[in-house]
């Protein structure tokens, strides 16, 4: 099934999947969890468009290169060109928001790492960013968010905008001076602490506010 951009209510969002622009370690308790350095600016990587999966779909995912981590991270979607963006166009680019996995393999990302190679192989595969539908952003303040993910019905990660270390306006503003976003794109803003590996059997519950709740399971 070929992905595509709904609304929260199943309305499609009738604009294309284009980029996937993902924001590393933007939690400082998140970088320390897992032994990095708390970056100084944003560290930005991309996903391609053939990572993206409905969030309601099944998990399925490479079963013979190592663990592979759940990372929930709240996701926004973007409504027009920016290029070079101020803030208050950053804003106004603002078409809505979501949820999605960063799924990792993380055992690659590591060798990754130690060799000092990109992270694409550990982070791009097929499917590797299941995606909820979204909310419109005039419902909410991109502020103060909470997200939520609960893994056979136990907290697991919780996560408030109020805690990014670069927060969502300026940091699209700073995604736009490196390369364009267009319409359909999506920016993946960092997962707080608490990832870890999915197992088979699992039942996934994310949640955005009030606004959006979604299920999925391992397969």
Aim: net charge negative.
């Amino acid at each position: 099934m070929n992905y595509q951009h709904h609304w929260h209510d199943a309305t499609p969002i009738h604009l294309p999947l284009g980029k996937i622009v993902c924001i590393g370690r933007n939690y400082a308790e998140h970088a320390k969890e897992l032994n990095n350095p708390v970056p100084t600016e944003p560290l930005l990587f991309i996903k391609p468009a053939t990572a993206a999966v409905h969030l309601t779909r099944p998990l399925d995912f490479p079963r013979d290169q190592g663990a592979v981590h759940f990372e929930t991270e709240l996701a926004v979607l973007i409504g027009k060109p920016l290029t070079n963006a101020s803030a208050s166009d950053a804003e106004a680019a603002i078409l809505g928001y979501g949820l999605a996995l960063d799924l990792t393999l993380r055992d690659l990302q590591s060798r990754l790492k130690e060799q000092g190679q990109p992270w694409e192989r550990a982070k791009g595969f097929d499917r590797a960013c299941p995606l909820t539908p979204f909310v419109p952003a005039s419902d909410l303040d991109q502020r103060r968010l909470h997200f939520s993910l609960d893994i056979n019905g136990e907290r697991q990660q919780s996560g408030d905008t109020a805690d990014m270390l670069f927060p969502v306006v300026p940091l699209i503003a700073h995604i736009s001076t490196q390369f364009s976003l267009l319409p359909g794109d999506v920016i993946l803003t960092g997962t707080p602490k608490g990832v870890g590996p999915l197992q088979s059997g699992q039942i996934l519950q994310l949640t955005l506010e009030d606004r959006l709740s979604v299920s999925t399971r391992v397969i």
